[in-house]
């Protein structure tokens, strides 16, 4: 995955999205932390007038029509490429235009008669704003092409932590595997539980799903890790003396192409069928229709009890071990062309703590952008209160791809100068 190429002489990018994780906590990110304050940027500004005037050189050889196919085709695609780019950059050239006039125009307005005619410009100013920070984010969406796995489905494990005192490690997994559930609800996706392993006492030790629709991995991706609570629990002593509890669940996606190729050697898988757990159903409890599937060489186990027919189970399973096989596939390659650069990305770093739910101050912090939201049922209804931190996460992923590829572009400069 790489930025567009400008024309320039530089380097092959560090950025590869692949790869990426959110560590954004260097003073010098600090300065980015939205995309409208990163466009101001003047290294950016620099890129942006250079990929522009690309653009109008490429529009203008095409007018003019006198290259053979071959070049035709070239320039035809490479026009495709920066056009969308083009468009937007000049949205926003305008739109700043705009603000400045209203701005100017507010500065003259400061006459008692002229009162409403100012709180009609900065009307009008607050929505041109809105409309910069939608282009912004829109122009970075465009300079940072989608990842080679962003659209594809996607297999959620949820595990439930330890804990000294209380179930709150298995009531928090129960709840945010029903935030997931709802999240994919909310975004119209299809959430397909694999496999369901209660705790005694109304919680959940593990869970897993998988997850199909539009961009589920690129929504999701950065939701792997380990996710902390931080409660009163609601019965026994420490309810009564209002202790808080601190408590862990881990999180893991895993991208699931539609085609996996894999091979499996039946040799090398031991198969076990037993009673179903899940949450209901006649079957359950009936029938030995579960199936847990062990991947003799790795230790790799996965288990799937989601229907009544155990052949099912098994082909569910075996998919499933399929898309964990090729996971590790993903991260030996990744591991080899990891940069100097450690970056945190969900699955690759499960014991590291992303996210903090802490129901006393009723805050949600998430740990790699400093983010706090507030009102923990909102987040927890996996709704448009998560879909906002989501995005905020995917944000700054994307003004993190934008810096460090400019940081090597300006390093590239400094030492041919």
Known sequence: ?????????????????????????????????????????????????TLNKEYQQVSHLLRADSKND??????????????????????????????????????????????????????????????????????????????????????????????????ICQQFTKEMFEMYQNYADYKRWTFDVVNYT?????????AAAHISGEDVFRHLKYEGGTHRVQRIPETGLSSRMQRIHTGTMSVIVLPQPEEVDVKVDPKDLRIDTFRAKGAGGQHVNKTDSAVRIVHLPTGLAVECQQERSQQLNKEIALRTLRAKLYQQMIEKQLSQEQSARKLQLGTRAQSERIRTYNFTQDRVTDHRISYDARNIKEILSGKEALDKLINRLLEFAEIEAVTEYLENLQALEGGRG
């Open 1 to 49: 995955v790489r930025l567009h190429n400008c024309g320039l002489q530089k380097p092959e990018p560090l950025l590869d999205t692949d790869r990426f994780t959110l560590s954004f906590n260097t003073q010098h990110r600090k300065k980015h932390q939205d995309s409208k304050a990163l466009w101001k940027h003047e290294a950016v500004q620099k890129y942006l007038e």
């Open 70 to 167: 071959f070049e035709q085709r070239t320039l035809r695609r490479r026009c495709a490429d920066l056009s969308p780019i083009a468009v937007v950059f000049q949205e926003l050239k305008e739109a700043e235009r705009e603000v400045q006039e209203l701005e100017a125009m507010c500065r003259e307005l400061d006459s008692r008669d002229e009162k409403q005619l100012l709180e009609l410009a900065l009307e009008e100013k607050k929505t041109l704003d809105k409309k910069v920070n939608m282009l912004c984010r829109k122009l970075f969406q465009l300079l940072v092409p989608k990842e080679k796995y962003d659209r594809s489905h996607v297999v959620l494990e949820v595990t439930a932590g330890r804990t000294t005192g209380g179930d």
């Open 198 to 206: 209660p705790a005694e006492i109304g919680g959940l030790h593990h």
